[in-house]
Nanobody
Framework: QVQLVESGGGLVQAGGSLRLSCAAS????????MGWFRQAPGKEREIVAG????????SYADSVKGRFTISRDNAKNTVYLQMNSLKPEDTAVYYC?????????????????WGQGTQVTVSS
């Protein structure tokens, strides 16, 4: 079992930045692929970014490419999402997820463990 705790969400103006963090409870964190997803009201949960176990391979949704960066620190059991040039359409609850597979994954069904989510609100 892996417990995930997100932090770093909040209210920011359009064009601003936020850094989300996700702390994992398990020492085997370094073997897991990780992902960030988001869900806006009335919409399905969607992939934002994924990263493989080593951090050497990443994938991004087209809507965030060039603005968001996913990274991980396996020594700290933590994955990050740096969000720059935020837009009102980025407003959503952001979830961290972990997969027992090691490679980059981009679908919700590929992930086994989920955090409780953190709210990101971007005002215009």
């Amino acid at each position: 079992q892996v417990q995930l705790v997100e932090s770093g969400g909040g209210l920011v103006q359009a064009g601003g930045s936020l850094r989300l963090s996700c702390a994992a409870s398990r020492r085997a964190f370094g073997n897991y692929a990780m992902g960030w997803f988001r869900q806006a009201p009335g919409k399905e949960r969607e992939i934002v970014a994924g990263i493989d176990w080593s951090g050497s391979s990443t994938s991004y949704a087209d809507s965030v490419k060039g603005r968001f960066t996913i990274s991980r620190d396996n020594a700290k059991n933590t994955v990050y999402l740096q969000m720059n040039s935020l837009k009102p359409e980025d407003t959503a609850v952001y979830y961290c997820a972990a997969s027992q597979f090691s490679w980059v994954l981009t679908t919700t069904t590929s992930y086994d463990y989920w955090g409780q989510g953190t709210q990101v609100t971007v005002s215009s």
